[in-house]
C-alpha cells in the first residue's frame, strides 16, 4: 500500500480502498448471495457539509428523505482523491439492524465507509435501487433536497470516462501524473468543444 514518508496513505491508495469498497457493495446490492452477511449499510445522498469532517445524509425510507448525520473517516478526507460535495451518494454503516423507517433517534450518527463513483452509481440507478430524489436536484442552504419540477438527469457519460481513462494509459500513465483522469476527462471534453463545423 503506497505511504508517503510521514506514514500517510498516498491519494491513489485511498480512491483504490474507497472504490474496493464501493464495489464490494454493489457486488452484495446486485447480486446478493445465501452466504454474504447481511446488509449492514445504507445507500444515501450527502444534503449538507456541516464541517469537522461531518455531514448530513438523507436516505430512503417509506416517508421520503431522511436526513442522518454521518462522520467522514479520515480514509476519505483527502479531498483531492475523494471528494465529497452535496451531490456524492455514499455508503453508511449501519448495522445490521438499523431500520430506515423508524424515527430518528437523539445523538444517533453513522459513518460513511465508501463514497460511490459515477460509474457505482449509474449501476444502482439502473437496477431501481436509487430514488429519484437522490440523482436529481440540488440540496438548498438548509440541506433540503428541490425536486419539484426537476426532470431526470444523469451527468454521467460511460464513453467519455472510457476514453479518458485510454488517452491516460496511451500516454504511459503520464496524464496521470499531471492532473490525473480529471485531466484527462478535460481533454477529452475538449475536442468536443472545440468541434468545427467547417471542418466536414
Request: aromatic share 4%; glycine share 10%.
Amino acid at each position: 500500500m503506497p505511504r508517503s514518508k510521514k506514514g500517510r496513505l498516498s491519494g491513489a491508495a485511498r480512491v483504490e480502498i474507497n472504490e474496493r469498497r464501493g464495489a464490494e457493495a454493489l457486488a452484495r446490492l446486485l447480486t446478493p448471495k445465501k452466504s454474504d452477511p447481511a446488509i449492514d449499510f445504507v445507500v444515501g445522498r450527502v444534503t449538507k457539509i456541516t464541517g469537522a469532517n461531518h455531514v448530513r445524509v438523507a436516505i430512503d425510507s417509506k416517508r421520503g428523505a431522511k436526513e442522518l448525520p454521518a462522520r467522514i473517516p479520515n480514509i476519505l478526507t483527502r479531498r483531492g482523491a475523494t471528494p465529497i460535495s452535496t451531490r456524492s451518494i455514499v455508503l453508511l454503516y449501519t448495522g445490521e439492524d438499523y431500520d430506515p423507517n423508524a424515527p430518528a433517534e437523539s445523538g444517533e450518527h453513522f459513518d460513511i465507509i465508501a463514497l460511490l463513483t459515477d460509474r457505482q452509481a449509474n449501476e444502482l440507478m439502473k437496477a431501481g435501487l436509487l430514488p429519484n430524489w437522490m440523482i436529481v436536484g440540488d440540496a438548498d442552504n438548509n440541506g433540503a433536497i428541490g425536486t419539484e419540477g426537476a426532470e431526470f438527469e444523469w451527468d454521467y457519460d460511460e464513453k467519455k470516462e472510457d476514453a479518458a481513462a485510454a488517452a491516460a494509459g496511451a500516454a504511459g500513465g503520464a496524464g496521470f501524473s499531471r492532473g490525473g483522469a480529471r485531466a484527462a476527462a478535460a481533454a477529452a471534453d475538449s475536442d468536443e468543444d472545440n468541434f468545427n463545423i467547417d471542418d466536414i
